[in-house]
């Protein structure tokens, strides 16, 4: 899988039109994940005791604003390094190793990978083509084949 210029340049732009407003939008894409598959919520330690209100819960909207993060600037990376680098606050391998404890398998992936697509295209309709999600889906299936190949 190879991000063309044109692909990074359309996640770039697109986040861009989001990032003032990606807490709300990140947060979006997370409970979509929790309408779509309810019981994925007990995959999440940080979730598991807390009697807070998922769109209430800091540590919910600091995770999904991490993997929101992530998933633009690895349309980035792809194209400058060729690989897919997740920040100096942590590594692939802890991704893919946090990842396999959790249990977390194909289709949660890819229903992410489907919660992550509809928020964008809430979030910037006036930009949604076929292109913009064929964009970020590539983006999002370089990072996660980067961390299932840790697995």
Same mark, same amino acid.
């Given at each position: 899988?190879?991000?063309?210029?044109?692909?990074?340049?359309?996640?770039?732009?697109?986040?861009?039109?989001?990032?003032?407003?990606?807490?709300?939008?990140?947060?979006?894409?997370?409970?979509?994940?929790?309408?779509?598959?309810?019981?994925?919520?007990?995959?999440?330690?940080?979730?598991?005791?807390?009697?807070?209100?998922?769109?209430?819960?800091?540590?919910?909207?600091?995770?999904?604003? =991490?993997?929101?993060?992530?998933?633009?600037?690895? %349309?980035?990376?792809?194209? &400058?390094? @060729?690989?897919? #680098? *997740? =920040?100096?606050?942590?590594?692939?391998?802890?991704? %893919?190793?946090?990842?396999? &404890?959790? @249990?977390?398998? #194909? *289709?949660?992936?890819?229903?992410?990978?489907?919660?992550?697509?509809?928020?964008?295209?809430?979030?910037?309709?006036?930009?949604?083509?076929?292109?913009?999600?064929?964009?970020?889906?590539?983006?999002?299936?370089?990072?996660?084949?980067?961390?299932?190949?840790?697995?």
């Amino acid at each position: 899988m190879v991000i063309t210029a044109k692909q990074e340049a359309l996640v770039v732009n697109s986040w861009n039109e989001m990032k003032d407003d990606a807490p709300t939008f990140a947060l979006k894409f997370f409970l979509r994940l929790f309408e779509i598959i309810p019981s994925a919520v007990k995959r999440f330690s940080f979730l598991r005791d807390s009697s807070l209100p998922l769109d209430k819960n800091p540590k919910l909207k600091a995770h999904a604003m =991490g993997v929101f993060v992530m998933t633009c600037e690895a %349309a980035t990376q792809l194209r &400058k390094t @060729g690989r897919v #680098d *997740v =920040g100096a606050n942590t590594s692939v391998h802890h991704l %893919a190793s946090v990842h396999f &404890k959790a @249990g977390i398998a #194909d *289709v949660h992936f890819e229903v992410l990978k489907f919660a992550l697509l509809e928020t964008i295209k809430e979030a910037v309709p006036y930009m949604w083509s076929e292109e913009l999600k064929e964009a970020w889906s590539q983006s999002y299936d370089h990072l996660v084949v980067a961390i299932k190949n840790e697995m």
